[in-house]
């Protein structure tokens, strides 16, 4: 591990990347608009997050009355309220990727600590909801299998939320203001464990879709994808918080980057695989419903004489 330590990862190239970084001596300068966007994490790091946040964010508004439209005819509770939760922590992660800056700037702390725990619990709920929607079958609706799928992401959630305020305003870790000139290992210790369970409940279901349990798991291939994803982007994670927990700048550098990608790409990525073939197949029903009325009618008649 010491030749990860030796190295040439320069501040400048942890700054620009690292949503956790607050390096000294990259923003504040340049003006309002030079300042917001090399402030803290510099200008390819900001860039990255707003414009993939505003883009998903936009594309979400442009398709909101045709999705409004399906999802009142289909009256899938489970789409809805997902749906829904969707957009509210669209718009959560669209504000922490806005503001940056408040993470290395004196008298927001809290307000950062608070906005960043918010906005991480909300894609973390999305996640357990939709690990436990695999395990009730294939588009599962109704109120009941609402409730189960609620019940069990708001027990997991609700856990981890206390948890996180107890070390954030309790005994005062700073789990989302980072400094890779100072880097705490108890505090590294505790995104092991947390990113260890992650990474080992998405490869449990890694394993189910390649043994004989993969009959208890909705044959979708966008399903297998979206966990194959997850399981390397979390142990990716889990590497990357060991090698900061031993004082490796390489795992500080790669931390971010894996941040960076979970924040800009994984709400466009559970659309993808849970929403969107939903839609997809709305419209595949519709048109299936028209030729059925065409051919009633007789409008394909002709072609049979």
């Known amino acids: 591990m010491r030749f990860l330590d030796e190295l040439p990862v320069?501040?400048?190239?942890?700054?620009?990347l690292?949503?956790?970084?607050?390096?000294?001596g990259y923003g504040g300068g340049g003006g309002f608009i030079g300042g917001w966007v090399d402030r803290c994490h510099g200008f390819l790091h900001n860039t990255l997050l707003v414009a993939a946040s505003i883009f998903f964010v936009a594309y979400l508004a442009y398709e909101a009355k045709k999705s409004f439209s399906k999802l009142s005819n289909r009256r899938s509770y489970i789409m809805i309220a997902y749906y829904g939760f969707l957009w509210l922590v669209s718009l959560l992660n669209l504000a922490w990727c806005?503001?940056?800056g408040w993470e290395c700037t004196p008298g927001k702390e809290v307000a950062w600590n608070m906005l960043t725990l918010f906005t991480t619990s909300g894609m973390l709920f999305l996640?357990?909801?939709l690990v436990a929607f695999l395990f009730q079958g294939n588009y599962a609706s109704g109120a009941e299998a609402l409730t189960r799928t609620f019940l069990i992401s708001g027990f997991v959630i609700a856990l981890d939320l206390l948890l996180k305020a107890i070390y954030l305003f309790g005994f005062g870790v700073p789990l989302f203001i980072d400094n890779n000139e100072n880097i705490q290992k108890f505090k590294w210790g505790l995104w092991v464990i947390h990113k260890l369970l992650l990474t080992g409940v998405y490869g449990m279901i890694f394993l189910m879709y390649n043994s004989s349990w993969r009959e208890r798991l909705p044959a979708r291939p966008a399903f297998y994808k979206y966990i194959t994803i997850m399981f390397a982007l979390y142990g990716l994670y889990l590497v990357a918080s060991v090698f900061t927990a031993n004082g490796a700048q390489f795992g500080f550098w790669l931390y971010g980057v894996m941040s960076v990608c979970y924040h800009a790409l994984y709400l466009p990525l559970l659309y993808i695989t849970?929403?969107?073939d939903f839609f997809q197949e709305e419209d595949l029903n519709l048109e299936n419903v028209y030729y059925s009325e065409m051919k009633d009618a007789g409008f394909f008649d002709a072609d049979w004489e």
């Open 10 to 16: 320069s501040p400048s190239l942890i700054s620009q």
């Open 18 to 24: 690292n949503p956790n970084s607050t390096a000294k």
């Open 98 to 100: 806005c503001l940056q």
């Open 127 to 129: 996640e357990v909801s």
């Open 274 to 276: 849970f929403l969107a």
